[in-house]
């Protein structure tokens, strides 16, 4: 039953007088999908495509005005609608490059119908990446969704991008989640 949980399968041939061969068939993986990869803090983070909507990157003046602040929140005019902004590096607790530039980097992603903006440090490429799942210690982390093992044998953390819009207050908590709250 657990090999079956996983998608395994087995094969069990039995001989009389020649003994009983098993082979069991483990999948290479248990999702392989097409992610952009980007950087933060020094580190990098996989954000699946699914939620990707476009890339927008800001330079010069348009960097250093483009950005608005309505009370708290930092906000984009993209296309003359205001589009809240998230900075991976804040939202995350990552400690800050040294480099200054004048370039803004935002990956326009949706959540739950409601699009945002990630403010990342750069934006490397995309890859179909190999899903690992989270060690039971990190599964409590809104934030993450799994990790993959990138070309260089580093590990990447992949972005649960519904996560980090609950997290940084762009997106309510989703009907399902408000459910479980008010049966307990």
Do not use: W
């Amino acid at each position: 039953t657990n090999f079956q949980n996983i998608g395994d399968t087995i094969d069990n041939q039995s001989h009389a007088g020649r003994g009983t061969s098993l082979k069991i068939k483990i999948p290479l993986t248990l999702a392989i999908i097409p992610a952009l990869v980007v950087t933060s803090g020094r580190e990098r983070f996989a954000i699946p495509q699914v939620s990707l909507l476009e890339l927008v990157r800001l330079e010069g003046e348009s960097a250093r005005k483009g950005i608005e602040r309505i009370h708290d929140t930092n906000f984009y005019r993209l296309r003359g609608n205001l589009l809240p902004l998230v900075f991976l590096s804040r939202a995350l607790d990552l400690p800050a490059t040294d480099d200054v530039n004048e370039v803004v980097n935002i990956v326009v992603l949706q959540a739950d119908d409601r699009p945002f903006g990630l403010v990342v440090d750069g934006i490397c490429d995309t890859e179909e990446i190999v899903v690992k799942p989270l060690g039971k210690e990190l599964k409590g982390l809104n934030a993450f969704a799994g990790a993959t093992i990138m070309g260089d044998g580093r590990v990447a953390l992949i972005l649960d991008v519904l996560g980090i819009a609950q997290q940084s207050n762009v997106v309510g908590a989703s009907s399902r989640e408000r459910a479980l709250v008010d049966k307990s």
